[in-house]
C-alpha cells in the first residue's frame, strides 16, 4: 500500500487493485507542485471526496471527466453531478458500504458543513462524511473535515482502523491536541497522517502536538508527493 500526500487533504492511496484520489484539490492548492499533476492522477481508478467545500471538491468534475473515471460520496452531490455534468458517479450515504474492486470503502458521520458555490451564495451539497478504507489487510480511517464527535466510540470499536488520516489543522476542523485526543480515545491506531495543515498561516504550520499526545504510534508528517509504504 502507497499513501501519498497531495497537499491540504488530498491524498492519493494505492491499495488493493486501485488507485484512489481523495479529495484531490490541486488547481489553486499553494502546496502543491502543479508540475507533478500527471503523477498525482496516474492511473486513478475513482476519486473520493468527503464534502463539497472547494479546498476538497474543486477537481473532482474536471478530473472525472479528464481521467473517464466516477466520483464516489454523498448521494445527494453525486446524483446533482451526474445530471449536470454528466459524470459518472457512485452515490451512497453514511452506513453503506461500496466496493471499489476488491476494496470496500464504507462512509461513516463527520461533523462539519458542505456546500459549493453558487452565482451569490453557497449552495447545498448533502451531508459531510469520512470513510472507512479497508484493503490490503489495513483499514483507513480518512476522516475528511470533522470535529472530536461521540459517534468516533463505535466507529473505532466496529472498523477497527489501523491508520488514521486525520484532519488537524485546527480553526475548521479539530486542531492536534483535538486529533491526538480523539485517536487515543476512541482508536488504536499503528500509524497517524495528520491533514488539513500548513496551507494557509490559518491552519497549524507543525503536527508536534499531535505527535506529543500519541506516544507509541507512529505519526507520519507527510511530504507532498512522497509515498508513504505501509
Known amino acids: 500500500m502507497k499513501i501519498t500526500w497531495l497537499g491540504h487533504s488530498g491524498f492519493r492511496i494505492e491499495i488493493g487493485d486501485q488507485v484512489l484520489l481523495v479529495d484531490p484539490w490541486m488547481t489553486g492548492n499553494p502546496m502543491f507542485p502543479e508540475d507533478r499533476r500527471g503523477e498525482a492522477i496516474a492511473g486513478a481508478t475513482h476519486i473520493l471526496l468527503t464534502h463539497g467545500h472547494g479546498d476538497h471538491s474543486g477537481d473532482a468534475v474536471a478530473l472525472a471527466k479528464d481521467l473517464g473515471i466516477p466520483v464516489v460520496g454523498i448521494y445527494d452531490l453525486m446524483s446533482h453531478w451526474e445530471a449536470a455534468e454528466g459524470i459518472a458517479t457512485v452515490g451512497f450515504n453514511k452506513g453503506g458500504t461500496v466496493m471499489l474492486g476488491d476494496v470496500a470503502v464504507s462512509m461513516v458521520n463527520a461533523v462539519h458543513s458542505s456546500s459549493v458555490a453558487g452565482a451569490d451564495h453557497p449552495i447545498y451539497a448533502g451531508a459531510e462524511a469520512g470513510f472507512m478504507i479497508a484493503g490490503d489487510g489495513h483499514t483507513i480511517y480518512v476522516t475528511g473535515d470533522t470535529d472530536i464527535m461521540a459517534d468516533m466510540a463505535w466507529m473505532g470499536e466496529r472498523y477497527a482502523p489501523d491508520i488514521g488520516i486525520l484532519c488537524a489543522g485546527g480553526h475548521f476542523t479539530m486542531d492536534m491536541d483535538g486529533a491526538a485526543w480523539a485517536a487515543r480515545t476512541y482508536f488504536?491506531?499503528?500509524?497517524?497522517?495528520?491533514?488539513?495543515?500548513?496551507?494557509?498561516?490559518?491552519?497549524?504550520?507543525?503536527?508536534?502536538?499531535?505527535?506529543?499526545?500519541?506516544?507509541?504510534?507512529?505519526?507520519?508528517?507527510?511530504?507532498?508527493?512522497?509515498?508513504?509504504?505501509?
Do not use: R
Request: some cysteine; overall charge negative; proline content about 9%.
Open 188 to 230: 488504536n491506531f499503528k500509524t497517524v497522517i495528520p491533514c488539513h495543515y500548513k496551507t494557509f498561516p490559518l491552519l497549524a504550520q507543525s503536527a508536534d502536538a499531535l505527535i506529543k499526545g500519541l506516544p507509541g504510534v507512529d505519526v507520519i508528517e507527510p511530504d507532498v508527493m512522497t509515498a508513504i509504504e505501509i
